[in-house]
Structures are given as structure tokens and as C-alpha cells.
């Protein structure tokens, strides 16, 4: 099976709204305008690969770091709407893992068609998951 990719994309530079408004408030003692500064290039440099087979976390302005997870080891998915959000149309989504040392989960903050990403990947979680379990069963028979 060929990987193909379901959604890239990077969270909302609305999840920093809060802070940029102080920063903003207080834009008079210089520091802040720096802080907002950060926070902004932080949020661009996030970015999100999901695909058939894995999800793809790669965060970090000067070092990088890219997690990667296979899809099978999803197991639960949820999607928040806070207003502000439903307002402008986005929505949070969290993926629950299952990993072989640890239970852990990647949230993806301030995204459009979080339904429509949730559905795809329990759709590729499903199919891979018993592409697993198929396998294994096949090496213990």
C-alpha cells in the first residue's frame, strides 16, 4: 500500500490570542513585542503530517524535532470546539496513543475540517489496526 497524505497543515495563530493581546496592552515596555514575536514564529514552525500510515509532529524554530507515530497505534481520537473557535470555524483535535513503553497523545490545536481529519484517520486506524492484528495472528499460526 502506497502512503498517501490525508492533511498537512500548522495550528492557528489563534491559540496565542490571549497572549497577544497582552502583549499587545503592554507593547509600551518593548519586551512583550518580542514575546508575541516568538509565539508566532513557535506556531508557524509547528507543523502536522498525517497520512494513511503515520502522524508526523515536527516542532522547533532553531533545533527541530519530528515525532512519528503509526497510525495503527491510534486508538481514540476527540475534537473540542471552544466558541471562539466554532466561531471562525476551527477546532482542536487529539489523538489518543498506544505506544509499546508509554500511553501518551498528539493534540493538533486551531484547525479547519477536524471532523473530516478525525474520520480519516479512524478510517485508516481501523483498516491498518486489522492489517496488524492480521499479521501477528499469521506469526503466532
Same mark, same amino acid.
Given at each position: 500500500?502506497?502512503?498517501?497524505?490525508?492533511?498537512?497543515?500548522?495550528?492557528?495563530?489563534?491559540?496565542?490570542?490571549?497572549?497577544?493581546?497582552?502583549?499587545?496592552?503592554?507593547?509600551?515596555?518593548?519586551?512583550?513585542?518580542?514575546?508575541? $514575536?516568538?509565539?508566532? +514564529?513557535?506556531?508557524?514552525? #509547528?507543523? *502536522?503530517? @498525517? %497520512?494513511?500510515?503515520? =502522524?508526523?509532529?515536527? /516542532?522547533?524554530?532553531?533545533?527541530?524535532?519530528?515525532?512519528?507515530?503509526?497510525?495503527?497505534?491510534?486508538?481514540?481520537?476527540?475534537?473540542?470546539?471552544?466558541?471562539?473557535?466554532?466561531?471562525?470555524?476551527?477546532?482542536? $483535535?487529539?489523538?489518543? +496513543?498506544?505506544?509499546?513503553? #508509554?500511553? *501518551?497523545? @498528539? %493534540?493538533?490545536?486551531? =484547525?479547519?475540517?477536524? /471532523?473530516?481529519?478525525?474520520?480519516?484517520?479512524?478510517?485508516?486506524?481501523?483498516?491498518?489496526?486489522?492489517?496488524?492484528?492480521?499479521?501477528?495472528?499469521?506469526?503466532?499460526?
Amino acid at each position: 500500500m502506497t502512503e498517501t497524505l490525508i492533511w498537512k497543515g500548522s495550528p492557528s495563530q489563534l491559540q496565542n490570542l490571549g497572549a497577544y493581546i497582552l502583549c499587545a496592552l503592554f507593547s509600551w515596555l518593548v519586551i512583550p513585542i518580542f514575546i508575541a $514575536i516568538w509565539l508566532y +514564529i513557535k506556531t508557524s514552525c #509547528t507543523k *502536522f503530517e @498525517i %497520512t494513511n500510515e503515520r =502522524i508526523l509532529v515536527s /516542532r522547533g524554530v532553531l533545533n527541530r524535532i519530528t515525532d512519528e507515530v503509526s497510525i495503527y497505534k491510534v486508538v481514540d481520537s476527540q475534537m473540542e470546539e471552544p466558541l471562539l473557535y466554532r466561531i471562525v470555524g476551527l477546532a482542536t $483535535i487529539t489523538f489518543f +496513543i498506544v505506544g509499546d513503553r #508509554t500511553n *501518551f497523545s @498528539i %493534540t493538533i490545536d486551531g =484547525i479547519k475540517n477536524a /471532523r473530516y481529519i478525525g474520520d480519516e484517520v479512524r478510517k485508516y486506524m481501523d483498516s491498518s489496526g486489522s492489517i496488524m492484528n492480521d499479521a501477528i495472528i499469521n506469526q503466532i499460526g
